[in-house]
């Protein structure tokens, strides 16, 4: 077997795989007695036709499947061997590759094109600038972080007078136009209903200051809106009845509760963030704004991010690609591409891969490796930013821990995390080579950033 690779230019390149009998030939006769063994052949016992009768039916295609795959082999061991970065994947040659003779001819050549990934440089030094902007955490922000918790810890209490938020549990009786009870009409026992979720403020304001064994007459239908799930929940009738709903109830409220915040104490404190981590109120609110700094530090990195790459890209100059190759291997590798898609595409695409190129030669002089304790850490730091969203800041370390191993099980989720753990030490290292302006940005205004490059 010869593997030789021919440069036609920075961006293209020809790569011959010349077959001989002797590459083959083995392989082949191996086959053929496979072949052999497990053939049914009328007039023979099973394994006992003769070999040339076998050679006729099967030779030709068992020579042309070994060579095709003698041949992936050396081409793909070739590529690996001498470390040619090759764009897409090798394509059959359409120009000089010559017709192959399975019939007649020994010794074969198969040509194949390549793509050439184009040699990038990139120097940082301290006079490259990107601006890195620090989210400040406001006083209005801890506060609403600590209401949070305080809601979260809260307790229902019994109350006597309708208030605010207060839920109400009573009894709903159906009335007829006169106002009085309706014969055989609907009645509603132990329901449950939150006037200031209502939607017409007209009936609210029936249930506002209510006491308890009071009676009150109001409208469910303008209540909730006409919306029949509402509706049928607090009448505990199936929705297509509830959309008929027009007549006034008579609500007897038995149970009114309140929801009251928990207290700044040390029992909020050690719901918040630990047993004994917390002492004081003063501690309390340096780990609330503690932990929205750490909520908001990716953020403020993914924007680092998207403003160094315009200047990586610069630093990268201009990139020659092999355009016609890449063009056809996007045609011939996409089911449901088409010339004209191709070419539409091809810019967008272009963009993405030099991003890409960019990073793996900056994970290549960062000498970037991720190992399985970078994977932990990447899928931590995910699963932190989904307990955030629900206003949990402080989750127990073997909770992290668990869930981050539970998403490592995932092969799709691995990968896309080693993809974001890769990033994630490129940009790292991209900080400490570059001078850093750093800004200090209220959220309101970092984010509107987001939405003028939208």
Not at 188 to 196: F, H, K, L, N, Q
Not at 335 to 343: A, D, K, L, W, Y
Request: proline residues 3%.
């Amino acid at each position: 077997m010869n593997v030789t690779l021919n440069n036609l230019d920075s961006a293209n390149a020809v790569v011959s795989v010349k077959v001989q009998k002797v590459d083959f030939q083995e392989k082949v006769e191996k086959s053929l007695r496979n072949f052999r063994q497990k053939a049914n052949i009328p007039g023979f016992r099973k394994g006992m036709a003769p070999m040339g009768m076998i050679k006729k039916m099967y030779e030709k295609s068992v020579l042309a499947e070994e060579i095709n795959k003698s041949v992936g082999e050396a081409l793909y061991g070739y590529i690996r061997e001498n470390k040619v970065n090759i764009l897409g994947e090798p394509l059959p040659n359409e120009t000089d590759q010559k017709t192959i003779d399975f019939d007649n001819d020994s010794e074969f050549e198969f040509l194949f094109d390549l793509g050439l990934a184009p040699q990038i440089e990139i120097k940082l030094t301290k006079k490259d600038t990107v601006t890195y902007y620090n989210v400040e955490v406001t006083e209005e922000m801890v506060q609403k972080q600590s209401s949070a918790f305080t809601d979260r810890a809260g307790k229902h209490v019994p109350v006597d007078i309708v208030e605010g938020k207060d839920m109400v549990k009573g009894t709903a009786v159906e009335l007829d136009e006169a106002g009085a009870v309706k014969e055989g009409g609907i009645r509603a026992e132990d329901t449950v209903t939150i006037p200031s979720y209502f939607k017409s403020d007209a009936e609210k304001a029936k249930f506002m200051g209510a006491a308890k064994g009071i009676t009150v007459v109001y409208n469910v239908n303008e209540a909730c809106g006409g919306n029949e799930y509402e509706i049928s929940h607090v009448l505990k009738i199936d929705k297509a009845g509830a959309k008929e709903i027009t007549s006034n109830f008579a609500f007897t409220i038995n149970e009114i509760t309140r929801h009251v915040p928990a207290e700044l104490n040390q029992e909020l404190f050690d719901i918040a963030f630990g047993p004994g981590n917390v002492n004081s109120e003063s501690e309390y609110f340096a780990k609330i704004r503690e932990s929205i700094e750490a909520q908001l530090k990716p953020e403020c990195d993914y924007r680092f991010w998207l403003d160094a790459r315009p200047i990586l890209e610069k630093k990268a100059g201009k990139v020659e690609y092999p355009e016609a190759f890449l063009k056809r291997w996007l045609l011939v590798s996409g089911e449901n591409r088409t010339p004209q898609s191709v070419e539409d595409e091809f810019p967008a695409m272009k963009t993405e891969l030099t991003w890409h190129l960019v990073k793996e030669k900056l994970a290549k002089d960062f000498d970037v490796k991720v190992e399985e304790v970078d994977l932990i850490e990447v899928a931590k730091a995910a699963t932190k930013a989904q307990f955030a969203q629900y206003g949990m800041l402080d989750v127990p370390a073997d909770m992290l821990e668990n869930y981050s191993k539970d998403m490592l099980k995932d092969e799709k989720t691995r990968r896309n995390l080693i993809e974001r753990a890769v990033e994630d030490k490129i940009r790292d290292a991209v900080k400490e080579k570059v001078a850093l302006k750093e800004v200090a940005i209220s959220q309101e205004d970092f984010y509107k950033l987001f939405d003028a490059q939208a």
